[in-house]
């Protein structure tokens, strides 16, 4: 308890580097407000579909899931986050998350999204959890190694082949749903631009 305390008051730094010390914390922490704040980072906890726009790069990815029959049964994350443990679905969504705002930040997003070596059996295993009423009509056993995965026969669901930035482009997107409600257009639970 003391050493907390010696921590909170910085008593173990020398009396004339405490007001810098707040003061350079001080504006971290302000800095990872603004930063949270401007990525509408808590639209990430959320389920909403277009929040996964908020990255322009997955535009194609939004459009062709929008025209499927996938549209009316399951989001983003019914698909691309695991279903079945609560931590497994934050800390993949939490991982995924920072793997794809370092990518767009670096500018080294690919011009054609593919889906991750972690995220495979991901998709797999939701793939089967919705459709299991027509999977168990067909086979006995669950998915081993080797076996075909869903999409390898289903290949345009929900995405299609053509989802390269060049194959949907923006002046073809439809206006997100949010931003034709009663002239108050929001995207993430905000405006588009900060």
């Known amino acids: 308890m003391g050493l907390l305390l010696r921590i909170w008051a910085l008593s173990f730094l020398p009396g004339n580097w405490r ?5 350079a914390a ?5 800095l990872g407000l603004v930063t949270a704040h401007a990525a509408r980072m808590t639209s990430y906890l959320g389920d ?17 899931w929008m025209h499927s029959s996938h549209r009316e049964v399951a989001h983003c994350n019914d698909c691309h986050v695991p279903q079945n ?15 794809h705002s370092t990518i767009f930040a670096l500018r080294r997003e690919p011009q054609v999204v ?7 059996p991901v998709i797999e295993a ?9 999977i168990e009509q067909m086979t006995l056993r669950g ?21 390269s930035l060049s194959a949907t482009p923006g002046e073809l ?11 108050h257009p929001r995207l993430g639970g905000r405006p588009p631009r900060p």
């Not at 007001?19 to 003061?23: E, R, T």
């Open 19 to 23: 007001m810098p010390v707040l003061v």
């Open 26 to 30: 001080g504006v971290l922490v302000g």
């Open 48 to 64: 909403d579909p277009e929040t996964c726009v908020n990255c322009h790069i997955m535009e194609p990815q939004y459009l062709t």
């Open 85 to 99: 443990n609560i931590v497994r679905h934050y800390g993949f969504k939490a991982i995924d998350g920072m793997k």
């Open 114 to 120: 593919r889906t991750g070596a972690l995220a495979v």
């Open 126 to 134: 939701n793939c089967r959890r919705c459709h299991w009423s027509v």
């Open 143 to 163: 998915y081993r190694p080797g076996d075909n995965r869903c999409w390898d026969c289903h290949r345009e669901t929900p995405h299609g082949r053509t989802r």
């Open 173 to 183: 997107a439809p206006r997100l749903p949010d931003l034709l409600r009663g002239g």
